[in-house]
């Protein structure tokens, strides 16, 4: 089987090079174009060279039409507007998206899933094997600890844009699943002022920003006398290109639909 062509969206950010990298270090797979938005500095440069490789012959362009001519596939960590739009060109051609973008909403969802219909689409808040993992513990904690109070507290770099991430509503949705209950009724973002108790049965979020860290996340569940704490810590951002990569090659061979990490995985 011949290699698996991808363009590469948000070539120019920081995980737009990690999915260069990992593409470079992993057989069976090649870039083949390189997006990124208009005016950004990395139009017209390099993509290998721009990601700390060798120059791989390919210029980051703004023109998606050119992009995806050619293209098997296409490995998206940009912004909810952008990944819309390319999961409609994904739908017109056939092809796999790949999607890291968090901060969705729930139309940006539904457009997804619509696009879903002609497109194999990968989506997923977390690309780690750890993560995925994390995801089934929880899941399992929370159905066990029926009585234990759920808070679930993040950390990113200051330059993040969304807040839970993506990986922390994930956590927030496996701990709902183990309780049989609906996230977006149970949960509690802010806490600010005189909030009286602690409502039971809710699932709490804590956001912190700060420096350069990757991501950190911690689910705690706090009894009456015991506390658990279950974490994960991504130290380099390879881990999740090296997700999207094994997710790329796995999703050529599937039928149209919308999938997630755990189903690359197996673990559905």
Known sequence: MSDLK???AGAGGKM???NIRAIAANPGITVISALDRTGTPGIGKDAGELAGIEALGV?????VAAALAGADAIIDFTAPVNSVALAREAAKRGLVHIIGTTGCSEADD??????AAAARIVKSGNFSLGVNLLLGLVKQAAAALPGFDIEILEMHHNKKVDAPSGTALMLGEAAARGRNVDLKSHSVRVRDGHTGPREAGSIGFATLRGGNVIGEHRVILAGPSERIELNHIADNRALFADGAVRAALWARGQQPGLYSMADVLGFN
Do not use: H, K, L, S
Request: hydrophobic share 65%; charged share 25%.
């Open 16 to 18: 737009g090079a990690a």
């Open 59 to 63: 210029a980051i362009t703004d023109d």
């Open 6 to 8: 991808v363009a590469i």
């Open 110 to 115: 539904a457009a997804i899933r619509e696009a």
